[in-house]
DNA sequence: CCTGCCGGGAG
DNA sequence: CTCCCGGCAGG
């Protein structure tokens, strides 16, 4: 899918600016025609009209002035904002406005989990979306072909959530921005990036050595007039959004406001940054350890188990690792706990997955596969951890 | 008993 | 990090 949306079809999207009826009619073969029927559908549904169309809009737009400029850059970069598009395209509107989603029955799966029965407890529903969604004995392949896309758009986003924006605004200024070398005792400005960097890595630097490559970045800034301000502040530093942190699906559509900037609803919280990736494949039992959920600034959106009243902002602090409540927890000292006090929910660093789920009536892959073919199951029943393959 | 899986250890 | 397993808890 990443390798559809390639040069091609992206380059058309931004000399036209908005109107991917362009792209279509230039990539019409294959693959292409589905892609074709995904902007397509995206375009019914963000021309229904909300805030929301705007954004949709402007975002493709603003990757796509970014691949314009930055023409010699890397390839596969190209690909994976394609892929960006592509995915958010197909898959925030089913996020966002629910009603239309029959418009797009194979987007379903792609953000599935959150529109299923798991609304209302929110307990593992991060689970259902990213795991096989309807468990059988052979998911074993499924879990392969049908499953990966589906992580593989996620990670895009969170991928895109997190590094996209910075390039974008960077490109923004471009046109009505500087940069200036940060370098000490230099501050040196200069209205291309590229050549800023290039001032960086030949004055500063020293050589063009491929290592100092990514170094530059560090090293300059950009001075813009407007820039600030008017850019898109929300995605930033909340990749948290609506359906995810949601767990009764009414609110999703139920915020109007213009805080839902972040058209890349992306469905996990910062917290969970870099981990993500390893949960999503293999350790999805480690789940517990980095869900934390996130309500952007303002957004009426919350969980009915809200964690601790205290919306945590950390702007980029990645904090991979750090263990941080677990959704089991909050779940259980919201429902259980009598003597719940704000404070002890406030301060609950201490917290590891001690939760022992009782047990699910999901067979597992023990019982599924017989214990003579142990090596079938999933690596975390091979390893005694809670399954991955039928969640509970 | 069996089963699921947490916690922790080995490499 | 991957892989394994003791041991606990629920059924």
Redesign the pocket.
Known sequence: MAAVGSRAGLDTICTDGQDELVYMQCCGQGEGVGVQKKLKAGTEWSADGNAQQTNLLSFPRSSGVDLLYRSPESVEMDEIMAAMVLTSLSCSPVVQSPPQRDLLPGDMECCGGELSDSGSSGYWSWDHGNVSPAPSPSVTEMDRSLGQPTDEGLHMELDQAACEEPEARRCKSLSRGAYRCLWPGCGKVLTSRVGMKRHIRILHLGGGSEQSHREEDFYYTEVSSEDEETAPPSPAPSFSSGAWTSCSSTQSQSTPGPQDAPVQSSPLSQSAPS?VW?IH???L??A?ASIQVTVSPGSPTFCNWTPTGDVQQKPQIPAS?SRSVSVGEQWLQRNSAPTRSQTMSASPSRG?????????E???????YG?ERRDQWC?????????QR???
């Open positions: 981990s390893q494949t293999e350790h039992y480690q517990c690792r590891h997955c001690s939760f022992r789920k009782g047990r699910g999901a067979k597992k892959c023990r019982k599924v214990v690596t975390a029943c091979r390893w005694k951890k809670a399954c039928f969640p509970d």
